[in-house]
């Protein structure tokens, strides 16, 4: 039993080691990508849609008939959103909402962003 002990303690330091390197020689780990994706997404939402949506936690939608980003889900499967904006757009089917067009990392950082809110 002890053996088996200091072996997991063993992968533990070794865990870790590899994630100072990685660090240190600036790879950042995919989790870190991820968070930086989600603010960034999070800061494109704020700036281009807060207007009409809720875009936080726990704001409520300015536009009656514009849902809260966190409640998208809901309705619409999240892993759908990317085959949805393929074209570059951003659009729905009611008449008041802008048109966004946004860029293939613009439109995965608002993904990324709008996942992390689903509950």
Known sequence: MRHIHRTGRGLMAGAFAALAVCLSVGVAPSWAQSDEEAEAGRELV????????????????????????????????IDALEEA???????????DMPE????????????????SLQS
Not at 85 to 95: K, L, M, T, V, W
Not at 100 to 113: G, R
Request: charged share 20%; proline share 10%.
């Open 100 to 115: 966004f067009i946004a860029t293939p990392e613009q439109i995965e950082a608002i993904i990324t962003y709008i996942a």
């Open 46 to 77: 704020e700036t281009n849609c807060s207007r009409c949506h809720a875009v936080g936690t726990a704001d409520a939608s300015p536009h009656k008939a514009a849902p809260p980003f966190r409640k998208l889900s809901d309705s619409f499967p």
């Open 85 to 95: 904006f393929a074209d570059g757009r951003i659009y729905s089917n009611h008449p």
